[in-house]
């Protein structure tokens, strides 16, 4: 199907005002990260009290939540089961409420200050994982609503993560819920720019044991922390390889620093530090681990620990490949004018689902720059042009 005649069909099965007041519900139900994660309750209560009802009232069918809690629904093709389907990944979980004064209103304001000709919606998670999400929901509407044979099924999965910094809720969506699918896009905020890679992450936990001593006779004792000053001399001299074209350089930092006895004039015995290993595509989490390691046997008078943590997987389509093809299409259709592509630095489930065989971009509504911040909103025009977009990105492919 050409890019023009899935516009006409999506043009004659949106509602802007329905899209509109999708956005603003979502927003309206909390949905926080909390120290649970994605066993927190609230988070599966929004799923199955908010996001699977406005899904039945707008497809008439409202998915199935999984045994994690996920919400997967489907659009079956015309000829039965099939493994080339299309995957839209979005997500429930934001980041917390912090000091924004009213995380949960939706409220809906003048777009100018978040340099906007259309109004926004203020709320956690608007212009990070709730837009998208909205646009996502709402796109799988168009697609219901146009009863077109499919030649492969459309998923889409409300996942529970979106502020975790690791794969587990893809994974399990992944060897759980038998998504036959080669092609994705993951619903996150990127003012709309097809986004065709970005950095993976692998935390690590580096604890030095020195020996404690009065700090009036630090030569009785072996500081930890100098230690620690030791390791990081050593890993800065670890060679990162190759610039990427579109990302840079793989970077290695220091998040996270204390020592202790947390007591006056003693010498540390201990000094506990979290790293950021960011990894460029074609990197392996376990190689750099391993790296990482093997250069720290080198530091001596001290006991070194080295614990890998957390860690998401790089990822890199090509410019040409059919799904970013058919969505920079379906994006020139709508705005008229060509489709912006860039790279993100940040870690995402893109590179698990890549890893797995299915070919995945990120694309969604809102800035950013906004995300986190006292006033997190997103437009509501970026949410309607997403919409029209993914769907018109799945006819193309499936229809």
Same mark, same amino acid.
């Given at each position: ?86 995957? &839209? ?6 980041? %917390? *409420?912090? @000091? ?8 809906? $304001? #003048? /777009? ?91 935390? &690590? ?6 020996? %404690? *001593?009065? @700090? ?8 930890? $922390? #100098? /230690? ?102 379906? @994006?020139?259709?709508l705005t008229k004018r060509e489709a912006e592509f860039f790279y993100s630095p940040a870690a995402l489930d893109a590179g698990f689902l890549n890893r797995n065989g299915v070919a995945t971009i990120m694309f969604g509504p809102g800035d950013l720059r906004f995300a986190h911040t006292d006033e997190e909103a997103v437009s509501l025009q970026e949410v309607r042009d997403a919409a029209k977009i993914y769907a018109a990105t799945v006819l193309q492919i499936l229809a």
């Amino acid at each position: 199907m050409t890019p023009q005649e899935a516009f006409a069909i999506v043009d004659s099965c949106a509602c802007d005002e329905e899209i509109d007041s999708l956005v603003v519900d979502l927003l309206r139900c909390p949905s926080p990260q909390t120290e649970l994660l994605e066993a927190d309750p609230q988070l599966k209560k929004f799923i199955a009290d908010t996001v699977r009802p406005r899904l039945a009232a707008l497809t008439g069918s409202a998915g199935a939540i999984d045994p994690m809690g996920n919400l997967i629904w489907r659009l079956a093709a015309a000829t039965g089961e099939s493994r080339d389907g299309f995957l &839209l990944m979005g997500y429930a979980m934001t980041f %917390p *409420a912090a @000091s924004m004064s009213e995380p949960f209103s939706g409220l809906l $304001v #003048d /777009g100018k200050a978040f340099g906007n000709d259309s109004k926004c919606a203020l709320g956690r998670g608007a212009c990070e994982q709730k837009g998208a999400l909205a646009g996502m929901i709402y796109a799988v509407a168009i697609v219901a609503r146009a009863r077109l044979a499919l030649r492969a099924p459309l998923i889409l999965a409300v996942s529970l993560a979106g502020e975790t910094g690791r794969h587990d809720a893809a994974e399990f969506i992944l060897q759980n819920d038998a998504i036959g699918a080669r092609s994705a896009i993951i619903g996150l905020g990127t003012s709309n720019r097809l986004c065709l890679g970005n950095k993976g992450r692998i935390d &690590l936990e580096i604890i030095v044991h020195g020996k %404690p *001593a009065h @700090s009036s006779m630090p030569e009785s004792g072996v500081n930890a $922390v #100098d /230690g620690f000053r030791r390791v990081m001399e050593r890993l800065e001299r670890l060679p990162l390889g190759p610039r990427h074209p579109g990302l840079g350089s793989a970077t290695l930092a220091v998040t996270q620093i204390r020592s202790g006895p947390d007591i006056s004039h003693t010498i540390p015995d201990v000094c506990r530090a979290v790293l950021d290993r960011r990894l460029l595509p074609g990197e392996d989490p376990n190689a750099a681990f391993v790296d990482i390691q093997d250069a720290l046997r080198e530091v001596t008078g001290w006991s070194v620990e080295v614990t890998r943590g957390a860690f998401m997987y790089p990822s890199e389509v090509a410019k040409d490949c059919a799904l970013a093809v058919a969505t920079a299409r379906a @994006s020139r259709e709508l705005t008229k004018r060509e489709a912006e592509f860039f790279y993100s630095p940040a870690a995402l489930d893109a590179g698990f689902l890549n890893r797995n065989g299915v070919a995945t971009i990120m694309f969604g509504p809102g800035d950013l720059r906004f995300a986190h911040t006292d006033e997190e909103a997103v437009s509501l025009q970026e949410v309607r042009d997403a919409a029209k977009i993914y769907a018109a990105t799945v006819l193309q492919i499936l229809a």
